[in-house]
């Protein structure tokens, strides 16, 4: 019995839209955080604004790397043939 070759008919790279979206949202937050705590923040103390600034530098940061991975990792298309053989009963 020969073994059949099996190839997965999955290409990756296809989140583009959504890696570039989620750039813009961590550059958002990085961003406008700070601004907005800058600008209407003065009751906070000076380590309070510090430290929610530092952390929304950080977060923003993330949620860019974070979007920028599954954005190449998210696969573009699936063949249904590759679809088909993972459905069938294993024998």
């Known amino acids: 019995m020969a ?9 990756f790279g296809g989140g583009g839209t959504a890696s570039v979206a989620g750039v813009f949202g961590g550059v958002g937050i990085s961003v406008g955080v700070p601004l907005v705590l800058l600008v209407y923040g003065q009751v906070l103390g000076q380590g309070i604004q510090v430290m929610l600034v530092i952390t929304a530098v950080i977060g923003g940061i993330v949620i860019s790397l974070i979007a920028t991975f599954f954005g190449m990792v998210m696969p573009s298309s699936v063949h249904e043939q590759w679809k088909e053989k993972e459905n069938q009963p294993k024998q």
């Open 3 to 11: 073994k059949e070759s099996y190839t997965p008919d999955v290409k």
